[in-house]
């Protein structure tokens, strides 16, 4: 079985920046055990499996090199950039999800993609995790926790720049990852994710903590419309908006690669 498969960095306009994802759109759902396989061989941060239900509206599932995910903004965007180019006549499209709910999609004519994401927002934690504690070089202080992450909330962009990981703390803390945090003078906040637990050490961009970062910011920054950065390597950019009904996340993407596998 031939299968076709794209590589696409996403929250960036330039090759060998953002996040990386492959995504492959098929007929009819592949076994859990070969999605794995495949997103194993793949070894990149995500692989977006997409299945067309009707003529906009895609079933979505996610699967790191370790596992199957829940919630992936980055290959979701990437899985959006693959289908509008197929069809130029594809403007707007829906993600269903069995996890958290139906994205809506938008392509917008300056080549950004909008998704709509559910308001993902934090609650504050009285205890901090030992493992947390031990898990960063730079001790938290304030913490948050969503059914996703532990937010670390630095009072310095520097420390959210410079802070190193304990894989082998962090790892203990699953099935939670973990996202540091900050204001920043260049962009409105910045951030930096590590999740050894499900995936590698550090994300690149991390699409899906944004639905919780954003509302944390717009209320500490009392506005709506922010420009975020992820401060990893590769670096990414998303430009957020929180409304009414939940936090808007978008970005740009290209393609790297296209191609098919043999199964």
Not at 12 to 29: L, R
Not at 109 to 135: H, Q, S, V, W
């Amino acid at each position: 079985m031939k299968l076709k498969i794209y590589h696409i960095d996403a929250f960036t306009d330039t090759v060998f920046k953002g996040n990386y994802a492959a995504v492959i759109v098929t007929e009819k759902w592949l076994s859990d055990d070969l999605m794995q396989s495949i997103a194993t061989e793949n070894n990149l941060s995500e692989t977006a499996f997409v299945k067309k239900s009707s003529t906009n509206k895609f079933e979505i599932r996610w699967y790191s090199s370790l596992t199957k995910i829940d919630f992936c903004g980055h290959a979701t965007l990437a899985a959006a950039f693959v289908l509008f180019s197929q069809n130029s006549s594809l403007n707007t499209l829906t993600f269903l999800t069995d996890t958290v709910g139906n994205l809506k999609i938008e392509q917008m004519e300056d080549g950004y993609i909008e998704m709509l994401f559910p308001n993902r927002k934090p609650e504050p934690l009285n205890k901090i995790p030992l493992a947390l504690t031990n898990g960063l070089s730079i001790k938290p202080k304030e913490v948050l926790l969503s059914q996703q992450a532990y937010f670390v909330i630095y009072l310095k962009e520097k420390d959210v720049r410079i802070v190193v990981p304990n894989q082998e703390e962090l790892i203990k803390l699953a099935p939670y990852d973990v996202v540091v945090t900050s204001s920043s003078e260049k962009y409105d906040f910045i951030s930096r994710y590590f999740w050894p637990a499900n995936g590698n050490v550090e994300d690149p961009v991390t699409g899906s903590i944004h639905a919780g970062l954003v509302p944390i910011w717009a209320e500490r920054l009392n506005k709506n419309i922010m420009t975020a950065y992820q401060a990893s390597k590769r670096g990414g950019i998303l430009q957020c908006r929180l409304i009414d009904n939940g936090v808007i996340v978008s970005g740009k993407a290209v393609q790297y690669l296209e191609g098919f596998i043999d199964i």
